[in-house]
């Protein structure tokens, strides 16, 4: 069993996210942490615990950050709705499920420190795992892997030309996350269009499979899959959680990957949370390395990926909400 906490700001597509990590064999699932991000913290944390009673897992889900480190909370909920999940009232309410006592950035140091194979996986803001990283740096070495749904690569942002909504929310504590020398792969919202989109015949076909977890992940989007045509003009569920956490599962889901120095631009408005991705190496250049000393001196620099096989995403998605 591979070991994952799982940090989160409990959208609509980081429901799915989560269920299909909770439904993997071969996935310990060992926290849940909550941040706010597409949703207040109190809003994250109740529907983070409904995923998991929906799962009928045992997993401990821990309260978090409720803003950013800096900057003012800016919400998502035009996209997701007020309650993050369509708002469907109490349709999505936890029964059973409680909070765990403690604070999330603890959580995540003690996993870090008692598994030596932990795999992060990030699906909001990274404003919990800056503060982990600030609090006990040791840990950056002690992660195995750190799946950042996150970023745009070389791209256009989702949130402004620039910048993705989860970078964009808390540069500042993404601009350190990306220094830590953690094992970052990190997985843009550009594998979340196209042919990465759930179109109206693979819903239809979702719809088939006739199970809770296939019906969630659909209702629960509905509402962000008018946001979406709205934002992109394209019809489908777009997905970007869930395509990271089968990058998590399945790093060879990831087609084409590299390392490259990464930072984060936190000053200008223009281009705030934008993920700079020094692709060609242009950075070594000594004219430069003032700009970029931080991440050029990053001793593991971030994974990006590049190309993903779409059909082997859904395959996937299929068989985990089946």
């Given at each position: 069993m591979r070991p994952f906490l799982i940090d989160t700001d409990a959208g609509s597509d980081d429901a799915v996210a989560v269920v299909m990590a909770l439904r993997q064999h071969d996935v310990d699932v060992r926290a849940i942490t909550a941040v706010a991000g597409n949703v207040p913290l109190g809003q994250a944390l109740q529907n983070a615990r409904y995923f998991v009673e929906l799962c009928a897992a045992d997993v401990p889900?821990?309260?978090?950050?409720?803003?950013?480190?800096?900057?003012?909370?800016?919400?998502?909920?035009?996209?997701?709705?007020?309650?993050?999940?369509?708002?469907?009232?109490d349709r999505y309410v936890p029964r059973r499920t409680q909070a765990t006592a403690g604070h999330a950035v603890d959580a995540?140091?003690?996993?870090?420190?008692?598994?030596?194979?932990?795999?992060?996986?990030?699906?909001?803001?990274?404003?919990?795992?800056a503060l982990a990283l600030r609090k006990a740096p040791?840990?950056?070495?002690?992660?195995?892997?750190?799946?950042?749904?996150?970023?745009?690569?070389?791209?256009?942002?989702?949130?402004?030309?620039?910048?993705?909504?989860?970078?964009?929310?808390?540069?500042?504590?993404?601009?350190?996350?990306?220094?830590?020398?953690?094992a970052i792969e990190m997985v843009g919202w550009e594998f979340s269009q196209g042919p990465f989109v759930l179109s109206l015949q693979d819903i239809e076909a979702l719809r088939d499979l006739n199970t809770p977890y296939a019906e969630f992940a659909i209702d629960s989007n509905i509402k962000g899959m008018r946001g979406y045509e709205v934002q992109t003009g394209e019809i489908g569920i777009s997905l970007p959680d869930g395509v990271a956490m089968a990058v998590a599962i399945d790093p060879s889901i990831c087609g084409r990957s590299s390392h490259h120095a990464v930072d984060v631009e936190c000053d200008s408005e223009l281009t705030r949370g934008m993920t700079v991705v020094d692709k060609l190496g242009v950075t070594a250049d000594e004219?430069?390395?003032s700009a970029w000393r931080a991440a050029l001196q990053t001793p593991t620099k971030p994974s990006i990926c590049w190309e993903l096989d779409a059909q082997r995403w859904k395959t996937m998605l299929f068989r985990l909400l089946g």
């Open positions: 889900v821990y309260a978090g950050a409720d803003r950013p480190l800096l900057r003012d909370y800016v919400s998502a909920d035009w996209f997701h709705g007020a309650d993050g999940l369509g708002d469907w009232g995540i140091i003690d996993l870090a420190r008692a598994a030596s194979d932990l795999t992060i996986v990030t699906l909001g803001p990274l404003t919990n795992l040791d840990i950056a070495e002690r992660v195995d892997r750190c799946v950042i749904m996150g970023g745009a690569a070389c791209t256009n942002g989702n949130v402004t030309p620039a910048a993705e909504y989860n970078i964009w929310c808390d540069p500042e504590a993404a601009q350190i996350v990306f220094r830590s020398g953690l004219r430069n390395q």
